[in-house]
């Protein structure tokens, strides 16, 4: 699932995106309101994690803005504005949920599942041919059968399945598995691939091919 953080403490960022990131999320930043217009337009996303102040636009203002075309996806404001009015004016904007700085990092992590699992357009599993992906259980079936993968496999699997029939380069896989666009290993996509199609290899199940030159592909055939 992907998720947008809009905070502008790089420290943050980073604390938050690494936690997620190992988890098994897919994390966008933007430092400013501004620039997470612009990204949204662009991108869709599971769910939304919302500093309040930010340069220029504050959070809230940009929540305002952003459930005038969109109220499904959830926001949760993470803030360390604590106060009633400023919870008040969160909830009135319709943030989903609202969490106050300093806050454990296991709290977070509990507060996005519960939200995902409330949100109906996010789906919890994912599937093509007889792979069945779970999501929040971070499970892996093949029929009946269960497949141990690790958290980069099931990360990488769950790529491929939404994205069905579609050729993925490799700094694409880079950029939304391990949330880099350039090279952290000579060849860790392609060793990634490989295992993955070991532990995956059934007869009459969906196939990882390789497109010469270009990156991957899964296809049901």
């Not at 904007?93 to 106050?100: A, F, I, M, P, S």
Request: hydrophobic share 40%.
């Amino acid at each position: 699932m992907r998720i947008l953080l809009i905070e502008d403490e790089k420290g943050v960022v980073r604390f938050i995106s690494k936690g997620l990131i190992e988890e098994g999320f897919t994390i966008d930043s933007c430092e400013s309101a501004e620039l997470a217009l612009e990204q949204i337009k662009y991108c869709e996303y599971d769910l939304i994690i919302l500093d309040v102040s930010l340069p220029k636009m504050n959070g809230f203002d940009f929540l305002a803005l952003f459930r005038k075309s969109n109220k499904k996806t959830p926001v949760l404001i993470l803030t360390a504005k604590d106060t009633i009015s400023d919870k008040r004016l969160g909830f009135k904007n319709e943030c989903d949920d609202y969490l106050t700085k300093p806050f454990h990092f296991e709290e977070l992590l509990f507060r996005i599942r519960a939200l995902l699992r409330r949100n109906s357009h996010s789906s919890s599993v994912l599937s093509v041919g007889k792979i069945r992906l779970q999501v929040e259980a971070f499970k892996v079936f093949i029929e009946d059968e269960y497949i141990s993968l690790t958290k980069k496999e099931f990360a990488l699997l769950r790529y491929f399945l939404a994205n069905e029939d579609r050729v993925l380069s490799r700094t694409q896989i880079l950029n939304h598995v391990w949330q880099q666009s350039h090279d952290i290993g000579s060849n860790v996509v392609d060793v990634t691939v490989r295992s993955l199609r070991k532990k995956i290899h059934r007869e009459g199940i969906p196939q990882i091919s390789t497109v010469y030159g270009v990156g991957y592909v899964l296809q049901n055939e």
